[in-house]
């Protein structure tokens, strides 16, 4: 369905396949076309609108801001939504704008990624001008990166004896690992880095962490290196010793 007079512009600013591009615009459309000016914001997140994006890995991450949404409105949207999500990896996620803007000071560290790799699709730039506190930030990374600490060492002897489930949990701990470390950055130097091959260059250099562990990060994140049960003790221990220097330095910041 086409929507006259709509331009989605910023869509062609992504770095991602055109097929996909289109997608996007199509599922856009409907939405605008469905909602009107219940919409207050379309906006692409996440790694589709940084240096990060690997296609037919990433999922293309929709961030709908509406300006005043219940559940029950969601379903005039939901079947599509589904549809896009199993066809074509685009994930839409929808909130009120009064959600988002009472939700800051809880998830500061999500926000601060949002408003800092962003890509307006429709409406007004709301996660561009989003106010977050560093002491927020602070508290939540410190408790993130507990919180991981001791999930990892519940998970060891799953992964250990289920094969089935390892690639798709170390994969979400690499996530995690490079999601604290853009805020470590961000607290530290006060910019937040473009992409993951840059953060993992500033962390090695301002906090001299392993090169060869970080790299192995991203090797295994863009399908490059495969991990086997061999693997599970060494890559294991380099994530639980990572994640001890970033507490560390967590806790000095």
């Known amino acids: 369905m086409k929507v006259?007079?709509?331009?989605?512009?910023?869509?062609?600013?992504?770095?991602?396949?055109g097929g996909i591009s289109d997608n996007i615009k199509s599922f856009c459309e409907l939405l605008i076309a469905k909602y009107g000016d219940k919409i207050e914001s379309i906006n692409i997140v996440g790694s589709a609108a940084s240096s990060d994006?690997?296609?037919?890995?990433?999922d293309v991450n929709l961030f709908v801001v509406f300006k005043e949404l219940e559940i029950t409105d969601l379903d005039i949207i939901s079947l599509d939504a589904a549809r896009v999500w199993r066809k074509f990896k685009i994930t839409p996620r929808f909130i009120s704008k009064r959600n988002l803007l009472t939700s800051i000071k809880y998830f500061p560290i999500d926000f601060l990624a949002m408003r800092e790799a962003h890509?307006?699709?429709?409406?007004?730039?709301?996660?561009?001008?989003?106010?977050?506190?560093?002491?927020?930030?602070?508290?939540?990374?410190r408790h993130e990166i507990k919180g991981f600490r001791m999930r990892?060492?519940?998970?060891?002897?799953r992964l250990k004896s289920f094969a089935k489930?390892?690639?798709?949990?170390?994969?979400s701990g690499i996530n995690t690992i490079l999601y604290l470390s853009k805020t470590i950055m961000y607290l530290s130097n006060g910019s937040y880095p473009s992409g993951n091959e840059?953060?993992?260059?500033?962390?090695?250099?301002?906090y001299v962490v392993d090169p060869s562990f970080v790299s192995l990060i991203l090797q295994i994140k863009n399908g490059s290196k495969k991990i086997n049960r061999g693997d599970i003790d060494p890559f294991f221990k380099g994530l639980l010793d990572y994640l001890r220097k970033?507490?560390?330095?967590?806790?000095?910041?």
Do not use: H
Not at 4 to 17: E, M, Q, S, T, W
Not at 246 to 253: A, N, P
């Open 119 to 141: 890509v307006v699709i429709f409406g007004s730039d709301i996660l561009g001008g989003l106010e977050i506190d560093n002491r927020d930030l602070l508290w939540q990374l």
């Open 53 to 58: 994006y690997l296609a037919g890995v990433s």
């Open 165 to 171: 489930n390892l690639e798709q949990n170390i994969v």
């Open 198 to 206: 840059e953060t993992i260059k500033l962390m090695e250099k301002k």
């Open 4 to 17: 006259p007079n709509v331009v989605l512009n910023g869509v062609d600013l992504l770095k991602i396949p």
């Open 152 to 157: 990892l060492k519940q998970q060891y002897w």
């Open 246 to 253: 970033i507490d560390d330095i967590s806790e000095k910041l």
